[in-house]
């Protein structure tokens, strides 16, 4: 069982470079998620995806961008890395949003230089 | 909207000794409440959860957490810890509603001494 799979683990980029995290679920969920965490201040939601088609800011989405490409995938896209987005990024995906129990990904580390 | 309080940011127990981590939510309509493990390097896990009925809830590895309404609080606990419940946990929240998210507190480090 995949469940959660977030490509790539680790990323160095340097200031102003673009990249985009991708992520992808195995398990039919309707909701995905992006959070970061970082020391001292947990995870932090970027955007969501409650359903296939809609997505939505979280608490920290300056900086970012995302697509939910299909059911299955929910990407994160940074247009112009700044060093402030040094942390681990975390996907996750659920039955839907409020009870269901969420699944993670084993995270991606990127470093911005 | 809704938020999770974890004070202090690490716990340090004696193998076989109780854990308690301490969990406070704001809310205002009924929560849900949960309770996740990270190890070193891995994505966080769900260790138990409350959403409605039975306000104490049991997990995984011996955990327990009880909701207390009057008290906003869902602490996690287990009677005897062992080294490999040395970890990272967080409390989380969410509420029922079209646009509910899961809203994670700080996370508190455990720490067992052998």
């Known amino acids: 069982n995949a469940g959660v799979t977030q490509t790539p683990k680790f990323q160095v980029l340097k200031t102003g470079q673009s990249m985009t995290l991708q992520c992808a679920q195995d398990?039919?969920?309707?909701?995905m998620y992006w959070y970061r965490q970082d020391p001292g201040m947990g995870l932090r939601l970027i955007y969501y995806?409650?359903?296939?088609?809609?997505?939505d800011k979280g608490e920290v989405p300056n900086g970012y961008n995302v697509s939910r490409l299909n059911k299955r995938e929910f990407s994160l896209r940074l247009e112009s890395a700044a060093p402030s987005q040094t942390s681990v990024y975390f996907c996750?995906?659920?039955?839907?949003?409020?009870?269901?129990?969420?699944?993670f990904g084993q995270g991606t580390r990127l470093t911005v230089v | 909207a809704q938020s999770v309080t974890q004070l202090g940011s690490h716990v340090s127990v004696s193998e076989g000794a109780l854990v308690l981590l301490r969990c406070n939510y704001s809310?205002?309509?009924?929560?849900?409440l949960f309770w996740y493990v990270q190890y070193p390097n891995q994505g966080l896990q769900l260790l138990l959860k409350?959403?409605?009925?039975?306000?104490l809830v049991k997990g995984i590895n011996g955990f327990e957490a009880e909701f207390k309404k009057s008290e906003t609080s869902f602490h996690l606990t287990k009677p005897s810890a062992h080294m490999s419940d040395a970890a990272e946990y967080f409390c989380a929240v969410s509420v029922t509603g079209a646009n509910s998210k899961l809203t994670f507190g700080k996370g508190i480090t455990l720490s067992v001494r052998p």
């Open positions: 995806s409650a359903s296939e088609g809609t997505t």
């Open positions: 409350y959403t409605t009925g039975a306000t």
């Open positions: 996750a995906s659920s039955e839907a949003l409020g009870r269901t129990k969420a699944f």
């Open positions: 809310s205002s309509v009924p929560p849900y």
């Open positions: 398990m039919n969920h309707n909701s």
